[in-house]
């Protein structure tokens, strides 16, 4: 009788065993070729320097040492950034209560805005993905007096992975930035206080876009309670502020992160997690498309800035131009260079992540390229599109690559699908304190959400 017991116990584990053989397929000449490519670019270090934590995993997240992220932290802020309670200083007071920093970072567009400009107060509408907002027409509220950015807004997506922000990196005062926070003091007195970017954007963001966080807000619209967990050892007269409100919205920010895009399934070890045609593109991303030299480590971003001769923003284009438009007090036309004051700088800017792409149709600090196959095309051909940048500024990596039409498809493939989290909009609350519409608040854009 034992026999037939022993026998039973091996048929099941040999069928366990091929059940769990089923599911972890031997890695393919793609993956193997993949595998030893991305340890050269990574001085040995392998998948694991390109691999994203889990958005719980506080530790591993980089972090303001002066900001610690905590959970109480991060509950405050992702309610903070889609509360559109928080728009409490308007210039016209029909606005009030109608826009919120998740207006111009909405996470059905990748936490990026859905159209060229993003537009504050003085924005109406939001479509299906962002995609819907207009500005208010001139009767309702005159032109220059509409919060809209004068620069594409980046997205939030993998933040943490810089110290400084914006497109010119002037936000921030450390690292990077240390030799240049005196002289642009005036412009940017945030970065006085010694904070990296996305803390320091977290606070000249709230005066900048008309905000307001506060011990009025928190008491009126029910935050105390979250102020005082995520800021216990902050004196009670001074924690519900600008400052903490920042710090909690830089938290949240933080945690926003593609981790669950197929490329990182794929650096965890399910090979089958990316399609053959999407290996080939990442061997392209990592080797003959030269992208690796700017796009790296989990975000697949870098604090470096290149110029590739793209516009700014083009008048017939846009909901308002003007080259006195100022981001953050700093103009945006010369880029890396407006902040640095250095020559060598002007016309750069800062190197973006690559995840969730295809949530947006505007690419660069204009909007310029609408697509990421144009993106990739732009830069393999190397023909700058203004004029006015001289050829000198230019990334080495314009122009160089020599893609065939084929294998600008596979990077293509690689870039739209393989770094695209499907689940990004997880981030977002379905709903905030205050009970009112996420993340725009105003009459048409309540219709477009669903609210009323």
Same mark, same amino acid.
Request: glycine content about 10%; aromatic content about 12%; overall charge negative.
């Given at each position: 009788?034992?026999?037939?017991?022993?026998?039973?116990?091996?048929?099941?584990?040999?069928?366990?065993?091929?059940?769990?053989?089923?599911?972890?397929?031997?890695?393919?000449?793609?993956?193997?070729?993949?595998?030893?490519?991305?340890?050269?670019?990574? $001085?040995?270090?392998?998948?694991?320097?390109?691999?994203?934590?889990?958005?719980?995993?506080?530790?591993?997240? @980089?972090?303001?040492?002066?900001?610690?992220?905590?959970? %109480?932290?991060?509950?405050?802020?992702?309610?903070?950034?889609?509360?559109?309670?928080?728009?409490?200083?308007?210039?016209?007071?029909?606005?009030?209560?109608?826009?919120?920093?998740?207006?111009? =970072?909405?996470?059905?567009?990748?936490?990026?805005?859905?159209?060229?400009?993003?537009?504050?107060?003085?924005?109406?509408?939001?479509?299906?993905?962002?995609?819907?907002?207009?500005?208010?027409?001139?009767?309702?509220?005159?032109?220059?007096?509409?919060?809209?950015?004068?620069?594409?807004? @980046?997205?939030?997506?993998?933040?943490?992975?810089?110290?400084?922000?914006?497109?010119?990196?002037?936000?921030?005062?450390?690292?990077?930035?240390?030799?240049?926070?005196?002289?642009?003091?005036?412009?940017? @007195?945030?970065?006085?206080?010694?904070?990296?970017?996305?803390?320091?954007?977290?606070?000249?963001?709230?005066?900048?876009?008309?905000?307001?966080?506060?011990?009025?807000?928190?008491?009126?619209?029910?935050?105390?309670?979250?102020?005082?967990?995520?800021?216990?050892?902050?004196? #009670?007269? $001074?924690?519900?502020?600008?400052?903490?409100?920042?710090?909690?919205?830089?938290?949240?920010?933080?945690? #926003?992160?593609?981790?669950?895009?197929?490329?990182?399934?794929?650096?965890?070890?399910?090979? $089958?997690?990316?399609?053959?045609?999407?290996?080939?593109?990442?061997?392209?991303?990592?080797?003959?498309?030269?992208?690796?030299?700017? =796009?790296?480590?989990?975000?697949?971003?870098? !604090?470096?800035?290149?110029?590739?001769?793209?516009?700014?923003?083009?008048?017939? +284009?846009?909901?308002?131009?003007? @080259?006195?438009?100022?981001?953050?007090?700093? !103009?945006?036309?010369?880029?890396?260079?407006?902040?640095?004051?250095? %020559?060598?700088?002007?016309?750069?800017?800062?190197?973006?992540?690559?995840?969730?792409?295809?949530?947006?149709?505007?690419?660069?600090?204009?909007?310029?390229?609408?697509?990421?196959? %144009? #993106?990739?095309?732009?830069?393999?051909?190397?023909?700058?599109?203004?004029? +006015?940048?001289?050829?000198?500024?230019?990334?080495?990596?314009?122009?160089?690559?020599?893609?065939?039409? %084929? !294998?600008?498809?596979?990077?293509?493939?690689?870039?739209?699908?393989?770094?695209?989290?499907?689940?990004?909009?997880?981030?977002?609350?379905?709903?905030?304190?205050?009970?009112?519409?996420?993340?725009?608040?105003?009459?048409?854009?309540?219709?477009?959400?669903?609210?009323?």
């Amino acid at each position: 009788m034992k026999s037939y017991y022993y026998i039973f116990i091996f048929c099941c584990g040999f069928l366990v065993s091929c059940q769990q053989d089923e599911y972890t397929p031997a890695p393919t000449q793609l993956d193997n070729e993949l595998a030893l490519l991305l340890k050269e670019r990574s $001085e040995g270090e392998g998948n694991t320097f390109f691999m994203l934590p889990d958005s719980g995993d506080y530790s591993s997240i @980089p972090q303001d040492p002066l900001n610690p992220i905590t959970a %109480e932290k991060v509950r405050l802020g992702r309610l903070l950034v889609h509360e559109t309670a928080t728009g409490g200083n308007p210039k016209i007071a029909n606005n009030k209560y109608t826009y919120a920093c998740a207006s111009c =970072h909405p996470a059905a567009s990748g936490f990026s805005a859905g159209i060229r400009q993003g537009i504050g107060e003085g924005g109406i509408g939001f479509g299906f993905k962002g995609e819907g907002r207009v500005a208010m027409d001139e009767n309702s509220m005159p032109r220059d007096s509409i919060d809209v950015q004068p620069i594409k807004p @980046p997205t939030l997506i993998n933040v943490a992975y810089q110290t400084v922000a914006l497109w010119n990196g002037a936000l921030g005062g450390t690292g990077i930035n240390a030799p240049y926070v005196q002289q642009n003091a005036a412009a940017v @007195p945030e970065n006085l206080l010694g904070y990296q970017g996305v803390e320091t954007q977290g606070m000249a963001g709230q005066v900048m876009h008309r905000l307001k966080i506060d011990e009025e807000f928190a008491e009126e619209f029910g935050y105390k309670t979250y102020f005082d967990s995520a800021f216990p050892s902050v004196p #009670v007269e $001074e924690r519900y502020s600008l400052l903490n409100g920042a710090l909690a919205i830089a938290a949240f920010n933080r945690t #926003v992160l593609a981790n669950q895009a197929p490329w990182q399934d794929w650096l965890r070890g399910d090979t $089958e997690a990316l399609t053959a045609d999407q290996k080939k593109g990442a061997l392209l991303f990592f080797d003959k498309a030269q992208c690796y030299q700017c =796009h790296t480590g989990p975000a697949l971003k870098s !604090e470096g800035f290149y110029a590739w001769g793209l516009f700014d923003f083009n008048p017939e +284009e846009t909901i308002i131009f003007d @080259p006195s438009l100022r981001s953050f007090n700093i !103009e945006t036309q010369l880029g890396r260079g407006e902040f640095t004051g250095r %020559e060598q700088d002007n016309f750069k800017f800062k190197v973006p992540t690559l995840y969730n792409l295809k949530m947006n149709k505007f690419y660069g600090h204009g909007g310029s390229v609408t697509s990421v196959r %144009e #993106v990739v095309a732009y830069k393999n051909a190397g023909i700058k599109q203004n004029a +006015e940048i001289p050829d000198t500024q230019l990334a080495p990596q314009f122009g160089t690559t020599n893609l065939t039409t %084929e !294998e600008i498809d596979l990077l293509v493939d690689f870039l739209e699908n393989g770094l695209y989290d499907a689940t990004i909009a997880r981030y977002a609350p379905a709903a905030v304190l205050s009970g009112n519409c996420i993340p725009n608040n105003d009459p048409q854009s309540r219709i477009d959400l669903g609210c009323d």
